[in-house]
């Protein structure tokens, strides 16, 4: 039987188009459901009798629970950071809260773009927040702005995310009393004081993540009404943990340990996790692995640069051994940290040991339970292990039994018979660290004052040996942190190297075994950083004039390391009183400001309008 050429190709192209059809059906549709702030603590489906959370309760028995999954950054900013571009922040240099450095966007796509390439309906509503300069937040979605639920049906197949953020931190500021939770019905952290006001705050939490549980609950009402149930992939997890102070912004448990339920239709079996729906998925889950996962799903390309696991569908990948975490800048507060999960133990390694871990910082500061608990402490109604958190670390190293001590508070790190898991954690992390070009070796001011200098990305800067020895930075770093007077030679000779940045870890080494002779070798380093610890070395050895005057002098000449000045002016104490009425006279902006008026707090200060120069 004969056909004409043109039935032929009618007949092939009917065949293209239907297989098209075909391909386009079968890939998911995927909703994104991100709530703020709030660790797995705060749910019914992961243990907590007091919470209620019936409908991610409910959405649990339909779907997965992941009972391993661990944000990479305890805030906001770094953690969507990471997500929207699938390079861990401190990958970046974006790893400081709020900072939007730049990186090179005509290298780094977000992985919206990528889905938008692939035919996918992009749609965010409505935070963004992703930490990067250079490029507006909103370009990378289609629609932005608004929550259309109606237009999600002709625009299919669609990758929809909505932030709630009816959990978010401010939920648990402002009055306390009059809750719907009780404020006995709830279970207080070993850290926090068991007095009525904290009592407050955990039940005022409770009701703002009863109120974000609603509106999940409404959120997947509208998905069913539309009819696209049978075709959507629906993910709900947290940003981060939260969000009671010591939690948000730390690297413990609290910080980091976050839900994540993945519900995923009949239709869809094949990327089912287990064989039962309900069942809970012990795998590990790494924040990184996220976007990377939602390409595969989604039948994307994932870019070579892209730092995480596929850890869902046929792709699936091998399973991570070790979640990797990291904190930075928090607004006006300086700090450094990193830590290793194996998911029984937690590693921290604390840069900055000579500092608090609970830092007056405004925002955190506006909450009950942080002033209640500051309160306690300064009372003496609060424990010694409950007063500790407002003193100096002292502690380099940090390992917690997260099983038998979910709360974090007893430290293993320099108990015999756990050595060797930390030796293996340390290595771990600093094998990870050099693998992902970590940027936190340098002071942020440091880096960014690097990278301008040289006209590059802080994301460039870090991927050239020449402009960023990293093994020579975690080398100083680790001979710093040791804290051993046998190093102090090696420590004096650091001082004198072309690199600023082993000259501050050098600083660094002096300060922590108190070596004033470092101080004055330091004292007039090209390095802002490298001075502002040899004056604050100086001025804890009784040469206040010397060491208050130059940090004084830096601040009044407009220091690009004036948010750390600041931040020793705090951490040095009473010291720092004499220099409130030169600070009145400088005008400083944004957090530097915040910094200013934390010391005036501290010192009961208050605030006369500085002339702009």
């Not at 009402?221 to 943990?241: C, F, M, P, R, W």
Request: glycine fraction near 4%; hydrophobic fraction near 35%; include cysteine.
């Amino acid at each position: 039987m004969k056909h004409s050429l043109a039935f032929l190709l009618t007949l092939l192209a009917h065949i293209f188009i239907t297989s098209a059809l075909t391909q386009e059906a079968e890939r998911p549709n995927i909703l994104w459901l991100v709530s703020e702030d709030n660790s797995v603590d705060w749910l019914g489906c992961y243990g907590n009798e007091n919470a209620k959370t019936p409908h991610l309760d409910k959405l649990a028995r339909e779907g997965f629970r992941y009972t391993k999954a661990y944000a990479n950054a305890p805030v906001c900013a770094p953690s969507r950071s990471t997500w929207i571009t699938g390079i861990h922040s401190i990958s970046m240099g974006t790893h400081p809260m709020r900072s939007r450095h730049l990186i090179p966007h005509d290298d780094i796509q977000y992985y919206p773009d990528l889905l938008r390439k692939n035919g996918y309906f992009t749609a965010n509503f409505k935070k963004t927040d992703y930490n990067i300069g250079g490029r507006a937040d909103k370009t990378c979605w289609d629609n932005p702005d608004t929550l259309d639920w109606q237009s999600l049906t002709s625009n299919q197949p669609f990758f929809q995310v909505i932030n709630f953020g009816s959990s978010h931190e401010s939920k648990a500021q402002g009055d306390v009393n009059n809750t719907l939770h009780d404020t006995q019905d709830t279970q207080l952290r070993a850290y926090h004081p068991d007095i009525e006001a904290i009592r407050k705050n955990y039940a005022k939490y409770h009701d703002a993540v009863s109120k974000m549980d609603s509106d999940i609950g409404e959120a997947l009402k509208n998905l069913e009404a539309q009819g696209l149930s049978e075709n959507t992939i629906v993910i709900y997890n947290s940003d981060h943990g939260g969000v009671l102070p010591r939690s948000k912004r730390f690297l413990y448990r609290s910080g980091i340990h976050c839900p994540l339920i993945i519900r995923i239709p009949e239709s869809y079996k094949e990327f089912w996790p287990s064989q039962n729906l309900g069942d809970t998925i012990d795998r590990m889950v790494s924040f990184i692995d996220m976007p990377q996962t939602w390409l595969t799903i989604a039948q994307t390309e994932v870019p070579q640069h892209m730092q995480g696991t596929n850890f869902l569908g046929k792709d699936t990948q091998n399973q991570r051994s070790l979640h990797f975490a990291y904190r930075g800048r928090m607004d006006e507060r300086n700090e450094n940290a990193r830590s290793v999960c194996d998911g029984r133990f937690l590693y921290i390694r604390n840069y900055m040991p000579y500092v608090p871990w609970m830092q007056r910082l405004q925002y955190l500061w506006k909450m009950e339970a942080t002033r209640a608990w500051e309160h306690a402490v300064t009372t003496g109604q609060a424990t010694e292990q409950q007063s500790r958190y407002f003193e100096p670390k002292t502690w380099t190293v940090e390992l917690y039994d997260l099983q038998k001590d979910p709360d974090n508070i007893n430290n293993l790190a320099e108990k015999t018979e756990y050595s060797e898991t930390v030796t293996s954690m340390r290595k771990a992390l600093h094998d990870w660290q050099l693998q992902i070009h970590d940027s936190g070796l340098l002071p942020e001011s440091e880096m960014v004052k690097r990278a301008t200098d040289n006209d590059i990305t802080i994301y460039e800067l870090v991927r050239d040996p020449n402009l960023y020895n990293l093994p020579d930075l975690l080398a100083a770093a680790d001979l710093a942190l040791e804290n051993d007077p046998i190093n102090l030679p090696l420590l004096r000779d650091l001082l004198k190297n072309d690199d600023s940045g082993l000259r501050y870890w050098g600083i660094i080494g002096a300060f922590l075994l108190n070596d004033k002779k470092s101080g004055y070798i330091a004292i007039d380093d090209e390095s802002h950083e490298v001075q502002a610890i040899a004056a604050w070395l100086l001025i804890r050895n009784s040469d206040k004039e010397v060491g208050l005057n130059r940090i004084t002098s830096l601040l009044k000449g407009g220091s690009y390391a004036s948010l750390k000045l600041l931040n020793i002016l705090d951490w040095m104490g009473d010291e720092a009183q004499s220099v409130m009425p030169t600070l009145q006279t400088i005008p400083f902006e944004n957090y530097e400001e915040r910094m200013f008026s934390n010391l005036a707090h501290k010192f009961q200060t208050p605030r006369i309008q500085a002339k702009q120069n």
